[in-house]
């Protein structure tokens, strides 16, 4: 839906996570959310397919066409 493209582009979990692979210390470092809220997200996300999980606990974002 519109709203869910509009939230996903300024929530601030996408904008730091970027298309760069990062680790879930790097994330909770650069947004301050606790572990167990930030795991919740990323699982979201990557439900969403907004994100992928990559070796090595690390996390990337999923370019869409």
Not at 3 to 26: H, Q, Y
């Amino acid at each position: 839906s519109e709203g869910s493209d509009f939230e996903s582009e300024t929530d601030p979990l996408l904008k730091v996570l970027g298309f760069e692979a990062m680790s879930l210390d790097e994330l909770q470092d650069f947004t301050g959310i606790d572990t167990p809220s930030l795991q919740v997200k990323l699982l979201g996300l990557e439900l969403e397919q907004r994100i992928m999980r990559l070796p090595g606990g690390r996390f990337q974002r999923v370019m869409r066409g």
